[in-house]
């Protein structure tokens, strides 16, 4: 008698040999790029220690508050617990080193639902995504706006583009519920009910808190960047760290590239040269701020998975007790 397996169980199989291999050659092309164009077998090579470990702290902490203002973005009777939203903000940033299309997102929801805990709708978490990304453009706005007034004319254009897309957010926040009555939105009572939903969760109290949370998440990628770039030689530039920041953080929205973290190491490497920074330097840089990323995020992930596992331990001994 031959087997079968049913073809969901073959489909999910085959998705993720699929991502393996473009995991697997999309590290390894990159691996090939940066040893042709530096003369370093190791971007950290020849750097300070400290530095390094200190700005590894702050873009983990950058992780650590980006899960803290995801979770107020979660009604109170489906809100998840700190460390699950960690876990899935930590995976789904190391996810997204690789993968393309923007699947991270499926890897943040399927992670948050995976972990135990309060049980969290589908609906409720893709109202709690949109409502991040409105609310991450508006904190990044202040530093957007550093970033414009002080660099030069070389990237005053795209700087630009980032301000009026995060006054864009702004002002959807603002309009709220007015947003459903528009035509685009009014037609589709699935999508008006989702921007109904929108609309509830911008005009509470844990926004406000979730923004300044996202507003110290940005704080702590640019401080990173700065001690980093300091790490490496560069110099200390407040500066050079904003525009990089925004820079990439533009490039990352793009729903076309290869991955978030691989967009980025070119977009950073571009910014860098056109600021007169030499090209093996920003490339070393690229690629330093790629692997403490990456393994931040993995560290934050693991971390969040302990958490909620432990969390998940207390309550079924505790309702054992109590049984």
């Known amino acids: 008698m031959i087997a079968r397996f049913p073809a969901w169980a073959t489909n999910r199989t085959l998705i993720r040999v699929a991502a393996t291999l473009f995991s697997v050659l999309a590290i390894v092309a990159c691996a090939l790029v940066a040893r042709r164009l530096t003369s370093t077998t190791w971007p950290l090579q020849r750097t300070r220690v400290d530095l390094v470990a200190t700005a590894g702290g702050a873009y983990l902490a950058s ?149 300044g ?34 820079m990439s953080a533009a490039a990352s929205i793009l729903p076309i590239t290869a991955g978030g973290a691989i967009a980025s190491v070119g977009a950073t490497s571009v910014v860098l040269v056109a600021l007169g920074v030499g090209g093996k330097q920003a490339v070393n840089f690229s690629l330093a701020a790629g692997l403490l990323l990456t393994t931040t995020a993995l560290l934050a992930a693991t971390v969040g998975v302990i958490g909620s596992l432990l969390l998940t331990f207390r309550r079924r001994h505790a309702g054992v007790a109590v049984g």
């Open 63 to 211: 992780f650590v508050l980006r899960a803290l203002g995801w979770q107020r973005l979660f009604p109170i009777g489906e809100r998840p617990d700190r460390s699950r939203c960690l876990a899935a903000c930590g995976a789904a940033a190391a996810s997204g080193v690789v993968l393309p299309f923007r699947l991270d997102y499926v890897v943040k929801i399927s992670t948050l639902n995976r972990l135990g805990g309060v049980r969290v709708g589908l609906e409720a978490i893709a109202v709690s995504i949109v409502v991040l990304g409105l609310v991450d453009a508006v904190a990044m706005l202040p530093l957007a706006t550093a970033a414009l007034v002080t660099s030069g004319s070389v990237f005053r254009a795209p700087l630009i583009v980032v301000l009026l897309f995060c006054l864009g957010c702004v002002s959807v926040l603002l309009a709220g519920t007015r947003v459903v009555r528009l035509p685009l939105v009014s037609r589709s009572r699935r999508l008006g009910a989702i921007c109904g939903r929108v609309s509830e969760r911008t005009r509470s109290r844990s926004t406000f808190a979730a923004g």
């Open 213 to 246: 949370f996202l507003l110290g998440c940005w704080l702590m990628r640019a401080l990173g960047n700065t001690l980093l770039l300091a790490a490496l030689g560069v110099g200390f530039s407040p500066t050079f760290a904003l525009v990089i920041l925004c």
